[in-house]
């Protein structure tokens, strides 16, 4: 019963967080929209702690993936090319270490194969809308970060017996493609109003999820 009260607290103030930024965000209110944000962050951080993360090696990779989601996520503060990149690396290795994770699970073949190639050829025509507006650097970084969500996405699919696994990372590919129109496309507050609340309800599941595997 504790771990269930400390989980509905924490996504509580994940979300009400995750709210107040996208308001404080609208309103120009940056100061808030930052301390807002990470508040948020930090709420999902939190949560892997309390289900006891580091009592497992799933839990670990979690964990790592969570922290450089977290900083991520302050890095994205920022418009600045340098803090995207930054942003962009550090969401490449949290898949990464998210694949860690999913690869300590029992995995169904057939699943991964089917959530491979459909994945794959949704990625594909995500990389073909944003080409043109990519420039520099980004030709290469945003490429690499569709190649390790799709693997990403597609190992958390397999783990068909943890049904939270797979929706997460299903939202949390969703979400990203509110950040890239955003950064890249049409900066509108639109984008964070239907990408954060996907974003954040990934990191929450991934984080729960620690219990359901353990």
């Known amino acids: 019963m504790l771990v269930e009260f400390q989980t509905v607290i924490l996504s509580s103030i994940c979300l009400v967080a995750a709210t107040s ?3 404080a965000s609208w309103v120009g209110r940056p100061s808030l929209a930052a301390l807002s944000k990470i508040a948020a962050s930090t709420s999902f951080l939190v949560l892997a702690l309390v289900n006891e993360a580091p009592e497992s090696v799933y839990g670990r990779f979690i964990l790592i993936a969570l922290v450089l989601c977290w900083f991520g996520d302050m890095f994205l503060l920022s418009r600045q090319s340098k803090f995207l990149l930054a942003g962009i690396a550090s969401f490449f290795f949290a898949h990464i270490a998210f694949v860690g994770a999913f690869s300590q699970l029992s ?12 994945i794959s050829a949704v990625a594909l025509l995500i990389l073909k809308w944003l080409w043109k507006y990519l420039r520099g650097p980004y ?5 690499a970060y569709l190649l390790v969500m799709v693997i990403m996405a597609s190992l958390a699919i397999a783990a068909n017996s943890v049904a939270i696994i797979g ?16 950064r890249f496309v049409s900066h509108e507050i639109a984008n964070k109003a239907w990408g954060l609340p996907l974003y954040y309800i990934a990191q929450l599941l991934f984080a729960a999820s620690v219990i359901t595997v353990v």
């Open 21 to 23: 930024y996208i308001v």
């Open 107 to 118: 995995l169904d073949a057939t699943f991964f194969v089917i959530a491979l190639i459909c």
């Open 139 to 143: 030709k290469a970084a945003v490429p």
């Open 167 to 182: 929706i997460g990372a299903i939202l949390f590919a969703v979400s990203d493609v509110s950040v890239a129109r955003d």
